[in-house]
C-alpha cells in the first residue's frame, strides 16, 4: 500500500515538473529566432510606424558603381545623350599553320539583337582599334580601361541604322589578321593578339545591342588568305566580348533616383528610425518605392526585380554579410518590398543602420533604366514609404 502511494507520488511530481517546463517554453516573447515566424498579418498588440504619418525621415543618395557586364547576351556599341560605350572581342581560335600568308581581305559581322537604347530608328556609327594591353575582360570595368589600352589607328569603321535581326560587316585591315595568324604560329611575334576595340564616333546618335560572344549568333571573323599558291577562307568565330557603358552623374533627373543597368546607377537609401523604440519586435517593415514609368526605359521582356542589400559602409557602398532580398516584380509600376530581417538586425544592434543599396538583379544585361520617384519628390502619395508593424518586449 505504501510502495503504491510513493508510485503515484513520484509520478505526480513527475507530470507536473515537466508541465512547468512545457508552460515556460510558450512564453509570449519570442527568441529573436522566432522572429521569423511571426506572422506579419497579426496585429494583436503591435504598433505601427509610417513615414507618411510619423516624418519618419527617408533620405536617398543616387550614385555611380561601374561594373562587368562580362557574360552578357549583348554588345552594347554607340553613343547617345552623353551616354557612350566600349566593346571589346578577343578572338581565340586563330589558326596556327599560316604565318607567311598572304590576307587578302577579312570582314567582321555583327548580328543585330533588335534591342536600342533608347532609338530604335536613330544611327550609330564608330571605329575599331587594336587593344594595347591583355585586359582580363571577366574583371575590367569603365574606370579601370586607359587611354592608352586602345590604339590610335582606325583599322575598320561602320555607319548606319541596323535594323531587325540584320547582320552588318565590317572589313577590317588585313594587316590586323596578318598580325593575328603570324602570333598564333610564333608567340615570340613582336605583335601580340589583344583582340579589338568597338568605339563610336561623332556621328553616332543612337545604341544599338549586338549578339555577343555567348550566344548562337556571336560575332565572327571571315578572312580570305593565300599560301604556296592556294586560297582558303578562314572564319573565326571563338571569341569572348564585352562592353563596358558609361555616363556623367547630370543625366539623373530631379526628385527622382535611377536604377540603371549597365553603367550602372544604384541608390543608397538611408531610414531615420529614431521614433522607433530599440530592441523590440519588428512584425513587418515594408518598402513600397513607386516607378516613374514615363522617364524609365525597359525592355518589355527584362527581369524587373530589385536586388536589395543592408549596406556596410556607406561610403563605398558595400553590403553586408547578410543575404540580400529579392523584390517581387511590381505590380502597375508599384514595389512592395519586405526588409523585415534588416530592420530586426538594426534594432537590435547586430548590425548597424547604414540603408540599404538598391540595384537591379540583371545589371550587366543592358541598359535598362528604372527611374523611382525620390524623397523629395512633391506628390507624397509616390515617395518612397516605410510602414514598421512592431511589439514591444515584455520586461
Not at 530581417?341 to 548597424?352: A, S
Request: proline fraction near 5%; include cysteine; charge should be negative.
Amino acid at each position: 500500500m505504501i510502495r503504491k502511494f510513493r508510485l503515484r507520488f513520484l509520478m505526480l511530481f513527475v507530470f507536473c515538473l515537466t508541465g512547468a517546463a512545457i508552460l515556460h517554453s510558450c512564453k509570449t516573447e519570442p527568441s529573436d529566432l522566432g522572429i521569423n515566424f511571426i506572422d506579419p498579418n497579426d496585429t494583436t498588440g503591435t504598433f505601427i510606424l509610417d513615414s507618411q504619418a510619423d516624418t519618419m525621415a527617408i533620405t536617398s543618395n543616387n550614385y555611380k558603381k561601374p561594373v562587368n557586364t562580362y557574360n552578357s547576351p549583348y554588345i552594347m556599341i554607340g553613343a547617345a545623350q552623353n551616354y557612350e560605350t566600349k566593346s571589346f572581342l578577343k578572338y581565340n581560335d586563330i589558326f596556327t599553320d599560316y604565318d607567311s600568308a598572304t590576307v587578302v581581305s577579312s570582314v567582321l559581322y555583327l548580328n543585330y539583337a533588335n534591342y536600342a537604347y533608347t532609338d530604335s530608328n536613330g544611327s550609330i556609327s564608330f571605329n575599331i582599334y587594336r587593344v594595347n594591353r591583355d585586359l582580363n575582360l571577366a574583371s575590367v570595368t569603365w574606370d579601370s580601361i586607359m587611354a592608352s589600352d586602345i590604339g590610335t589607328t582606325i583599322l575598320g569603321t561602320y555607319s548606319g541604322t541596323p535594323v531587325d535581326s540584320e547582320t552588318i560587316s565590317i572589313a577590317l585591315d588585313v594587316q590586323l589578321i596578318k598580325d593575328w595568324l603570324e602570333y598564333s604560329a610564333d608567340t615570340n611575334y613582336p605583335v601580340k593578339n589583344y583582340g579589338i576595340a568597338i568605339i563610336p564616333n561623332l556621328s553616332s546618335n543612337s545604341i544599338k545591342a549586338f549578339s555577343s560572344s555567348f550566344t548562337s549568333r556571336d560575332p565572327y571573323i571571315q578572312s580570305i588568305v593565300t599560301k604556296n599558291g592556294e586560297t582558303d577562307t578562314l572564319t573565326m568565330n571563338s571569341s569572348l566580348s564585352l562592353w563596358l557603358a558609361n555616363a556623367p552623374t547630370s543625366v539623373l533627373m530631379p526628385d527622382r533616383f535611377t536604377l540603371q543597368n549597365g553603367i550602372a546607377f544604384n541608390d543608397l537609401m538611408g531610414f531615420n528610425l529614431t521614433k522607433l523604440p530599440s530592441n523590440v519586435i519588428i512584425n513587418d517593415a515594408l518598402l513600397i518605392l513607386t516607378l516613374d514609368t514615363v522617364n524609365s526605359f525597359i525592355l518589355r521582356t527584362s527581369d524587373r526585380r530589385l536586388r536589395i542589400g543592408a549596406a556596410s559602409d556607406s561610403v563605398n557602398k558595400t553590403d553586408t554579410t547578410l543575404n540580400p532580398i529579392i523584390s517581387l516584380t511590381p505590380v502597375n509600376g508599384v514595389y512592395e518590398i519586405r526588409l523585415t530581417p534588416y530592420f530586426q538586425y538594426w534594432n537590435n544592434g547586430t548590425y548597424p543602420n547604414l540603408g540599404v543599396i538598391l540595384a537591379n538583379v540583371n545589371q550587366f544585361t543592358n541598359l535598362d533604366e528604372f527611374v523611382f520617384y525620390s524623397p523629395s519628390y512633391s506628390d507624397l502619395t509616390k515617395v518612397p514609404r516605410l510602414r514598421i508593424r512592431y511589439t514591444p518586449r515584455l520586461p
